[in-house]
């Protein structure tokens, strides 16, 4: 299985941005899927989730912020992102919940203030 997150950048702050995160398999079939991000300070944490029936949930820090859906039809997830901060910058990931499958490179999102 292979999950290829695309669609980061360098926005300002107060800037948007849509990622999105296509399968290779059937996506419905991955059940619950999250997106993750990492930082050096952090490490990697889980942002956003959501269910293979389309229930949502959010880390504190992003919520009301950044929206997590899903296109089955498509075998992609997209996480929304609005009214970014300095402090989002980060590399963005996209895997099952509970992570499952490889990571790999991601996508690099750089919030300038």
């Known amino acids: 299985v292979q999950l290829q997150a695309s669609g980061g950048g360098v926005v300002q702050t107060g800037g948007s941005l849509r990622l999105s995160c296509v399968a290779s398999?059937?996506?419905?079939?991955?059940?619950?899927m999250g997106w993750y991000r990492h930082t050096p300070a952090k490490g990697r944490e889980a942002i956003a989730v959501?269910?293979?029936?389309?229930?949502?949930s959010y880390l504190d820090s992003v919520k009301g912020r950044f929206t997590i859906s899903r296109d089955n039809a498509k075998n992609t997830v997209f996480l929304q992102m609005n009214n970014l901060k300095p402090e989002d910058t980060a590399t963005y990931y996209c895997?099952?919940?509970?992570?499952?499958?490889?990571w790999g490179p991601g996508t690099q999102v750089t919030v300038s203030s």
């Open positions: 895997n099952q919940q509970p992570p499952l499958r490889d």
């Open positions: 398999v059937n996506l419905f079939s991955l059940d619950t």
């Open positions: 959501i269910s293979a029936a389309g229930r949502t």
